[in-house]
């Protein structure tokens, strides 16, 4: 059950929230719903002190009980759509309006990873923070060669915070599985423990500098997104050093728009950068909440703070991009027939029930512009859906459901008439494409080339020990099924050589897609010789494969 330090903890954030005279979230709960009438009994409830109105306290109650809580609200301040507005205007200062922790203390920090005075790297500092998080604070500062920069230090004694509050979160996940009867098909432990992995990799920031360098790779020279440069020489797993950016926060909508930035270009490009992040690279920023996000006089997005990023295996990025296309596609037997050979639903369940409930919540959301769709109503059907096939949550994929319900409440926030569904197909479409066209195909060539090739000579002495040794088989054991043993060793000797043709014309027919696909200044010079000599190339490959495969199956 729960330890003390865990019963202790529960106690105080019960008292917290009595404390910002939030009974009703207590007695809301299944295991006081019976009590509720003696809230009326309470002295508090009758000589309580005046109080702010119910989204500041909110608000307060969540900065008070820590980190954990202040995401959550960070999270929900991102769904304008799913809350009154004035709760949804107010946790909106959970994004970067945290109370900070004393500047000098930040001194202390910042002097302590650097083992030296903050004069000796710094031309200025100032103790007053730029902005401040749940998990740490920026101060402005300028290096001695008068780069302008940000300095962000992790909270004090922040890592045992959060320890307290996972290890509270992961006994109520082990209760749930064990005693819920949802328990088993939402995993709440893997999701519990997914999401510790990823809270504790944000705590290091030397990570999250490695985070922002290579999103920055990925879109160098880009005119979508810019992301600002590491300081490598300052930068500690409890401080790091950035440039400095300027712009306008994105959650500032009449401020974009009095610069004449398009408010539709930015929708789109939003959802372009999410698409890019999670198929081009398969590397995505994770925490792109408004408090996140900045864009430049051009349009440009400017994205900061980089703990937390994600990305999915091959085989999750595949189904999900076939997922996605085919959902564009309203193809929604394909859907069905994906999360089956995916295994997210289990092997028994019939394609065509599951088709027609997929079809039932879907269809109502297309082609409407995100201000006429309810992804709370949508949400809430989908679940019930996947409840009734018995569909079991993908831990791996809930930081991506995060990420992508963050991108949907910015473009609600910025361009409500956007259509997600026009706009991401085409991106779907070219990416599976490429994926599937002779440039891939040369690439995964040219990429496993060299292992390949390690391997190719030692091909035929591999299979001749193996004949040998069936030979000296048939040599031991000559009364019984010699003649079989005989017929297989020939087999054997048979597919050997089709193994090593077929492997040859793979690797001709490889070496023509990179001619085919050379660029034309390379070959400058002798313009026709790259065409003639893939053409020779494949000619050959399309002979040793009919010499060795098709002609000898059809004489079988």
Excluded at 234 to 255: F, L
Aim: charged share 20%.
């Amino acid at each position: 059950m729960f330890r003390l330090s865990q019963s202790l903890r529960l106690l105080h954030i019960n008292l917290v929230l009595l404390k910002h005279g939030l009974d009703e979230v207590i007695v809301a709960t299944k295991l006081f719903r019976p009590l509720r009438f003696l809230i009326y009994l309470a002295p508090w409830h009758w000589y309580r002190r005046n109080l702010p109105a119910y989204p500041v306290r909110v608000r307060q109650a969540l900065e008070e009980l820590g980190p954990i809580f202040i995401k959550f609200g960070q999270l929900l301040s991102t769904r304008a759509d799913l809350l009154p507005e004035d709760l949804a205007v107010e946790l909106a200062l959970l994004q970067d309006r945290v109370p900070p922790f004393p500047g000098p203390e930040a001194r202390r920090l910042i002097e302590k990873a650097w083992g030296q005075p903050i004069e000796t790297v710094l031309d200025a500092f100032q103790e007053v923070p730029l902005a401040s998080a749940s998990i740490a604070q920026v101060h402005t500062a300028r290096l001695k060669n008068g780069q302008e920069v940000i300095v962000k230090v992790l909270r004090p004694d922040i890592e045992q915070i959060i320890r307290r509050d996972v290890d509270l979160m992961l006994t109520f996940a082990q209760l749930a599985q064990r005693y819920w009867p949802d328990g088993r098909r939402l995993r709440p432990v893997e999701v519990v423990r997914e999401y510790e992995k990823t809270i504790f990799d944000e705590l290091n920031l030397q990570r999250e500098a490695a985070n922002a360098s290579q999103l920055r790779r990925n879109f160098k020279h880009s005119q979508l997104l810019y992301i600002p440069e590491v300081f490598w020489d300052w930068t500690r797993p409890t401080v790091m050093v950035m440039e400095r950016i300027y712009g306008t926060p994105v959650s500032q909508v009449e401020q974009l728009k009095a610069q004449g930035i398009s408010m539709r270009l930015l929708g789109t490009r939003g959802v372009e950068i999410f698409f890019t992040q999670v198929f081009r690279d398969n590397f995505f920023h994770a925490d792109m909440h408004p408090g996140n996000i900045f864009v430049e006089p051009s349009g440009r997005y400017i994205s900061v703070d980089f703990g937390i990023v994600g990305s999915l295996t091959k085989e999750d990025q595949r189904y999900l991009a076939e997922n996605l296309l085919a959902f564009f596609r309203r193809d929604y037997r394909r859907v069905a027939e994906l999360h089956v050979e995916s295994g997210w639903v289990p092997r028994g369940t019939r394609v065509e029930e599951f088709e027609s409930a997929i079809r039932t919540v879907c269809e109502p959301i297309f082609e409407k512009p995100l201000s006429e769709i309810s992804f709370g109503g949508f949400l809430v059907n989908l679940f019930q859906t996947a409840r009734r096939f018995d569909m079991e949550i993908q831990p791996q994929l809930v930081l991506l459901e995060k990420t992508l319900l963050n991108i949907e409440g910015l473009g609600r926030q910025l361009y409500p008439q956007l259509d997600l569904w026009t706009t991401a197909k085409p991106f779907m479409e070219r990416w599976m494409r490429e994926q599937i066209g002779p440039r891939m195909l040369a690439q995964r060539l040219w990429h496993n080339w060299p292992a390949l090739a390690e391997r190719l000579p030692d091909l035929p002495v591999a299979v001749t020990r193996i004949i040998d040794q069936l030979e000296h088989q048939a040599a031991l054991y000559p009364a019984g099924g010699s003649q079989g043993l005989s017929r297989l060793t020939t087999q054997i000797r048979t597919n050997h050589g089709r193994t090593t043709a077929s492997l040859s014309a793979i690797a001709l027919a490889g070496l023509a897609t990179a001619l085919i696909l050379t660029p034309p200044a390379a070959t400058a010079a002798f313009p026709l010789l790259a065409p003639i000599a893939a053409s020779l190339l494949l000619l050959t490959s399309l002979i040793i494969l009919w010499r060795n495969l098709i002609a000898p199956t059809k004489a079988e």
